[in-house]
Nanobody, 128 residues
Framework: QVQLVESWGGSVQAGGSLTLSCAAS????????MAWFRQVPGKERERLAV???????SYADSVKDRFTISKDNAKYTLYLQMNNLKPEDTAKYYC??????????????????????WGQGTQVTVSS
């Protein structure tokens, strides 16, 4: 079992920045595949960014020039740095982990939104 806790969501004005964190505990392994998603009520969960065990990253087109995913293996913590936030970025943000390390397999799970463990989410609200 892996437990995930997201934090540092909040309210920000358009153009501002936030950095979300996701602390992992339990059956942690620094080379697992980790990702960020977001969801607005009534809409499908949207994939944002993924980082594989070897550190390879991929991003959704909607965020790739504004968001950066990273992780601190020693702290078992995943981050999402978000810059130039827009009102349409308002959503609940979730981190997720799945037990694979190879980037190609990790990316396929990301495309399918098929992860083993999910956090409870943290709300981000961007005002215009």
């Amino acid at each position: 079992q892996v437990q995930l806790v997201e934090s540092w969501g909040g309210s920000v004005q358009a153009g501002g920045s936030l950095t979300l964190s996701c602390a992992a505990s339990g059956d942690t392994y620094s080379r697992y595949c980790m990702a960020w998603f977001r969801q607005v009520p009534g809409k499908e969960r949207e994939r944002l960014a993924v980082i594989s065990g070897d550190g390879g990253t991929s991003y959704a087109d909607s965020v790739k020039d504004r968001f950066t995913i990273s992780k601190d293996n020693a702290k078992y913590t995943l981050y999402l740095q978000m810059n130039n936030l827009k009102p349409e970025d308002t959503a609940k943000y979730y981190c997720a982990v799945t037990r694979t390390s190879a980037h190609d397999v990790c990316y396929n799970y990301f495309l399918k939104k098929d992860f083993d463990y999910w956090g409870q989410g943290t709300q981000v609200t961007v005002s215009s």
